[in-house]
């Protein structure tokens, strides 16, 4: 008998995205099917190139196909497009960042926690799965960014006078750090890092982004109400400690988000364990659960935990973030596995955005 394209649409039905919650075919994923004597070969074009589950729906979907009577051969290629986050766009706010598929800030209520360490190996992370990805140190006061992904050189500059980043283990990079000499301080009133947010955004030949990774400065401060206010986000990312102390302010950061009118994407647990390298015993040293029970609490995932670990910190000190110096350790595959999280999230905005587009549109 010979195979159908109905067939194979019908199997392929019953294989669903985890996180979309919807099958490949009425997500549209399934592109160029194509059947001859008895093969099939066809292209899965996910919503991002993290997805977690990216080989389970491949196998997933082989398996269904093969099991239709007269198919001999399944071929398949793994595809991504990111989608774009387009609600808040149609709010009637013009875009400074037009290229920029998605914006997500690394937020965190205090100083300490080690955001800008998350933020550097989040965008890394993306970038390795194939992401197209950016990241701007929007931390004025204190730019870590060029230290950590051991950046020397500054940007350049168009003849329009556009900043061009500088690209560093495939992100592109802007940071205050470049424009300051070692030991100097900012000391700025809120116009000016306003000014600066701005021109950070627009004033930098960004190109095509999938993702914009934006590190904030700690607390709920001048530069996180200029961001909001002035361009779309996809959602932001809450960076906490276990401990009660750090949690309890991480939740201040998340208030002042919602009064923004910006969505939590998830809230991700740093230095969350620690594990002895001679005797393998796990300890807590800053508590438990912080962080998990924030994300419950406010109905958003927990994206990660990431331990304690010494290598990070060396890793960061020496210019080279442990997803880029040692991919294969614990430490790495904690960020990359919130990267694949944080990524699935974005997904999932991306495509509410899209069907709300849709049903504007009829």
Not at 70 to 78: A, E, F, N, P, Y
Not at 159 to 181: L, T
Not at 337 to 351: D, H, N, P, T, Y
Request: net charge neutral; charged share 15%.
């Amino acid at each position: 008998m010979a195979v159908t394209e109905q067939q194979v649409l019908q199997a392929l039905r019953t294989v669903q995205d985890p996180d979309l919650r919807q099958d490949l075919v009425a997500l549209g994923f399934i592109k160029n099917l194509a059947i001859r004597d008895g093969a099939v070969s066809f292209a899965i074009q996910l919503t991002t190139p993290a997805c977690p589950v990216r080989e389970l729906m491949r196998d997933q979907a082989a398996t269904a196909v093969r099991a239709i009577p007269g198919v001999s051969d399944v071929q398949i290629t793994m595809t991504s497009q990111v989608r774009p986050t387009i609600a808040a766009a149609s709010q009637g706010r013009p875009s400074l960042v037009p290229t920029v598929r998605n914006i997500v800030p690394i937020a965190s209520g205090k100083g300490g926690v080690g955001k800008s360490t998350v933020s550097a190996n989040l965008a890394i992370a993306l970038a390795r799965s194939g992401a197209r990805v950016g990241l701007l140190d929007a931390d004025v006061y204190g730019p870590s960014i060029p230290t950590i992904l051991g950046i020397t050189a500054e940007p350049q500059m168009t003849e329009q006078r556009v900043m061009i980043p500088v690209e560093q283990y495939g992100v592109k990079v802007i940071s205050m750090g470049f424009f300051m000499k070692p030991g100097d301080a900012v000391v700025w009133r809120g116009p000016m890092l306003h000014k600066t947010v701005e021109q950070f955004l627009g004033g930098v030949q960004w190109g095509e982004l999938d993702y914009l990774l934006v590190d904030l400065p700690p607390g709920t401060g001048d530069v996180q109400l200029s961001l909001c206010q002035m361009i779309p986000i996809t959602g932001a990312v809450i960076v906490s400690t276990p401990q009660d102390v750090a949690t309890n302010v991480a939740q201040k950061a998340i208030a002042m988000f919602k009064k923004l009118n910006a969505p939590i994407l998830g809230v991700i647990e740093n230095m969350a364990y620690y594990v002895c390298p001679h005797c393998n015993q796990k300890d807590d040293i800053f508590g438990t659960g912080g962080a998990r029970a924030i994300a419950e609490r406010i109905g958003v995932p927990l994206l990660g935990e990431i331990p304690l670990a010494t290598p990070i910190r060396e890793s960061a000190d020496a210019g080279t973030p442990i997803v880029m110096r040692d991919p294969s350790s614990v430490a790495a595959k904690a960020f990359v596995a919130a990267a694949e999280a944080l990524a699935a999230q974005v997904s999932i905005r991306g495509m509410e955005a899209e069907h709300a587009a849709i049903k504007v549109t009829f």
